[in-house]
């Protein structure tokens, strides 16, 4: 409820995708293609798009963020803002928000649809049922770091491998090995080494969800422990208690977007009044961290649950004048609602001055400051930063002088490159193979075979080219195999 003397200004909101699946394509890396919103997730974001909406535009709500001004005039003159993540999990998380505004947007009842009458007398009325058009902005890291501020970024690099190498992630493998090495034939063989974490643990919670044979075959302690270990492993790579640190990265790449939010919102001469970022989990865990509540509540210190949102109200304080920030979190479908918590270790509702002193010294708020951060000097933009070095092979592995499954692959890749530019050379001059605009364009493609620009690095042990048996909930049709 609002105190006395208070009202909400606006809300910004975080929110995480949906349930999704795609086709497993590398054994030993949990890599996959075809990745897609299945139905469960559909819901589960359309759930919490009728709950935001209760929330925020319900008339007896007292979180009304739309009291003065009617909500048909909020979304025409720019006072609802959608954006989405539009990098490497291909349209799931485009799409998490195109369920989500349904849910807060759902089409119109039937007396309310829009119909006309042609001067030839056809009568035309809107189709699927009224459906409403929510406009959503993708943000393609190639050209923003905001939503992927992790991805082509040496200096992250160097920091994961960092912790690998500490004493303490060493014991967790160690103190984990036995139950790591179980999971491998339950994952069809593939890697479960600790610096796998991510992948294993996205094969395990899809496969338990979708597949009925798999989920007979584990059990719930199995899919617990394999979610507490990818808890420690994000919680390390993704995030710090020190603000400052590259391990925050994805928390400081989106702060600027989230500082200039909330400075909209408490603006009475702003339209703005209600924004929404639709993503993946590494920001959550980074932000969580940075202000002070993953390590203060246990319940959200872990991977943010699908579907689950975070939420920055700006208030009034209790008297109606200075804005606060009040922060909360529904984490997942299982939360029936927001909880509020204490950030910076405070109270409930930190002053705005304080949210922006607190965090502005620590927000990458222009595309070269991210660049000399992450000491990039090759992608995303930073290719003019000349004064930066360039940064050593990331997949190089010291300790042994062998190089990755990765290096070699781009080694593989590059000697295939050689041999079809040879092969194009050889048509241009024999006359089989003109150049048109289709051929810069094939030009193009063949200068970085199998690159995906929005895919981060993976950091693969060293694999072996040994085949792998998998198991019968491995060898299911096309259309069924799942990945998270």
Not at 62 to 81: F, K, Q, Y
Not at 424 to 450: D, E, I, N, Q
Not at 458 to 483: A, C, I, N
Request: proline share 5%; net charge neutral.
């Amino acid at each position: 409820m609002t105190s006395t003397g208070a009202r909400i200004l606006g809300v910004l909101v975080l929110s995480m995708y949906g349930d999704k699946l795609g086709e497993y394509q590398n054994p030993y890396t949990y890599d996959s293609s075809g990745l897609a919103l299945t139905p469960l997730g559909e819901v589960q974001e359309y759930q919490l798009g009728r709950y935001l909406w209760q929330t925020y535009f319900n008339d007896t709500s007292p979180s009304h963020v739309s009291e003065e001004v009617p909500l048909s005039t909020l979304l025409s003159g720019g006072g609802i803002l959608f954006e989405a993540d539009g990098g490497g999990d291909g349209r799931v998380i485009y799409d998490s928000a195109t369920a989500l505004t349904q849910g807060m947007w759902p089409p119109l009842s039937k007396s309310n649809l829009g119909n006309m009458t042609l001067a030839n007398g056809t009568s035309v009325l809107s189709p699927l049922q009224g459906l409403q058009y929510i406009p959503i902005a993708p943000i393609d890291p190639a050209d923003d770091v905001s939503f992927e501020g992790w991805l082509d970024c040496p200096t992250f690099w160097n920091a994961t491998r960092s912790f690998y190498n500490s004493t303490d992630f060493k014991k967790v493998a160690s103190d984990n090995a036995a139950f790591l090495d179980s999971l491998s034939s339950l994952v069809g063989n593939r890697t479960t080494n600790l610096t796998q974490m991510m992948g294993i643990y996205g094969f395990v919670n899809t496969e338990y969800i979708h597949n009925p044979a798999f989920h007979l075959a584990t059990s719930s302690d199995t899919l617990t422990k394999t979610r507490q270990l990818a808890n420690y492993y994000a919680a390390g790579v993704y995030s710090s208690s020190d603000m400052g640190s590259i391990h925050n990265i994805p928390g400081r790449a989106l702060l600027p977007k989230i500082l200039k939010g909330v400075n909209r919102l408490a603006d009475l001469g702003d339209p703005l009044r209600f924004y929404s970022m639709s993503m993946s989990y590494e920001p959550f865990m980074s932000l969580f961290n940075m202000m002070g509540v993953s390590g203060t509540f246990a319940n959200i210190s872990g991977i943010i649950n699908y579907a689950g949102a975070a939420a920055f109200e700006v208030r009034t304080d209790m008297y109606g004048n200075n804005p606060v920030i009040r922060f909360l979190v529904k984490n997942g479908t299982s939360d029936s609602g927001f909880t509020t918590y204490s950030l910076f270790g405070g109270t409930k509702d930190v002053s705005l001055k304080q949210f922006r002193t607190l965090l502005q010294p620590h927000s990458l708020n222009t595309l070269s400051s991210w660049c000399y951060t992450c000491d990039n000097n090759f992608s995303r933009g930073c290719e003019a930063n000349s004064t930066i070095p360039v940064p050593p092979n990331p997949f190089a592995n010291r300790s042994n002088n062998k190089l990755t499954a990765v290096a070699s692959g781009l080694i593989g890749a590059g000697a295939t490159l050689f041999v079809a530019l040879l092969s194009v050379t050889v048509c241009m001059m024999t006359g089989f193979l003109k150049l048109g605009k289709r051929g810069k364009r094939l030009s193009a493609v063949m200068s970085a075979p199998g690159h995906h620009p929005r895919r981060g690095s993976d950091f693969k042990d060293g694999m072996d080219d040994d085949d792998v048996q998998l198991r019968k909930w491995d060898r299911m049709p096309d259309g069924q195999k799942s990945t998270v």
